[in-house]
């Protein structure tokens, strides 16, 4: 059998569609996003985000799901390959890929295992166990993450749970989950927007979110707030690391590139709109401070729930379970990435002479476990632990991978797929069996000079904002 042939793939469109908008959809939608968007302009953040996502994320979901499908391999043999046709060496961006791969999984694992705690307890408090949340939020919060067997426990719990999916493989494992899991986060979602913007006092919330701050695009204002778009649109759309590579490999020639990406794009924006709707008018009929990140997810969230009466622990319930599956649908594909990646690296290029999946799937768990274990023995940097530069091991962690690698990798991509692959194979790829390509002049303006110069912006954005240079708020 071919190399193309035995690479069993998505089942069906549309469990890859759930796939990759599972990958998409993630905490970066649920605790980023609606935050960004309220501190940052409002209507003013949204219309900068989805310039953004159209010039610029538009073009590099594009260019890594037309490399994976027409290698029909993930981002270390795709970029092998690339290469060798090239005469260039393009390795590195095989291991820029597995590596930040490895670094955000590193971290975000430690965060799933905090989302299935709270569901777990949530639920606890739900049948009135013991086990279930007390106490004030913020305080059960610092408890529990300075609880270093728990927050370990919890972090590795969901590693294992990651590593089963994927085991289980493509089809069998990752569709399977996302099929069902994308589908109920929506319905989840939708239950508790009608919760959240039906309790009094929840359009101060709604004010918050979308009112625009104009002032926000007037001078030095205007690059801080494209900064901030920008570094939140890429990550949210899982760019520059390969993941939409490899997703883009399982893809069969039929398929429309060009709807397949703007669907994924369409589909995580309309879900960090909907997950605002959710979460700010609740916080504000509460009349709780906004906040953004763990403290937004795990303590003023469990405010909101615990000052629910009844209902609460059934909407603690149903969100955190929701957060859950957004975490588990993205930690699967990162995992697909390591794992792909692995198989590629001891085969030479060629998965099928490397190691087998389940070996390479076990051994990127035990990588990513023992990371997950310092970022859960580091109880965000509050027990303690030696840490590298000043950071606490998670923010570390996601320096390297959000803050670097990542933007710099979708930067590379999109310059390769501009000027050295070029437009004449991307047009061949992308209209296979009869498909159209519609917007190939605007496509290839993107990809070889708009997003290099978006990327390049929202590289050193993200370094400006993990370093506090204050270079963007002059
Ligand atoms: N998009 C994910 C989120 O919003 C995070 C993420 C970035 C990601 N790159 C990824 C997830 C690659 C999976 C694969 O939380």
Known sequence: MSESTDRSGFN???????????????????????????????????????????????????GELFIGRREMLGPMGSYINIGKRNGKNLKFMGWLAMLSALFLMG???????YVLKYTIANIGTLVNAGWGMSGEAGAYFTAFTTDQTQAVAWAVIFVVL?????????????????????????????????????????????????????????????????????????????????AMITYGSYLTKKENLESSAWIIVICDTIVALMAALAVFPAVFAFGMEPAGGPGLLFVTMQSVFDSMGAIGPVMGTLFYFLVTIAGISSSISLLEVVTVSLQEMTGKGDPNKGWSRKKAVLTGAVVVGIMNIIVALDGLGATGLPQPLGKCWLDFFDLLAEGIMMPFGALVMSIIVGWVIGK???????????????????????????????????????????????????
């Open 424 to 474: 004449d194979a991307v047009v061949k790829e992308a209209t296979l069996e009869g498909n159209k390509f519609h917007e190939v002049g605007m496509f290839m303006a993107c990809t070889k000079v708009i997003a290099p110069i978006g990327m390049a912006f929202i590289l050193l954005g993200q370094i400006d904002s993990f370093f506090g240079l204050g270079l963007f708020s002059l």
């Open 12 to 62: 069906s469109y549309f469990g890859f569609l759930m796939a990759a908008v599972g990958s998409a959809v993630g905490f970066g939608n649920i605790w980023g996003f609606p935050y960004k968007m309220g501190t940052h302009g409002g209507f003013a953040f949204l219309i900068c985000y989805l310039i953004l996502a159209v010039l610029v994320g538009f073009a590099i979901m594009f």
């Open 107 to 113: 971290f975000y694992c430690t965060l799933g295992g």
């Open 162 to 242: 990651t590593a089963f999916i994927c085991i289980g493989g493509v089809s069998g494992g990752i569709e399977k989950f996302c099929k069902i899991g994308m589908p109920l986060l929506f319905v989840i979602l939708i239950v508790i927007i009608i919760k959240s913007v039906t309790l009094p006092g929840s359009s101060a919330g709604l004010a918050f979110i979308f009112k625009p701050q104009w002032d926000m695009l007037m001078g030095k204002e205007f690059v801080n707030t494209l900064g901030s778009a920008g570094g939140q649109m890429f990550f949210s759309l899982s760019l520059g690391m390969g």
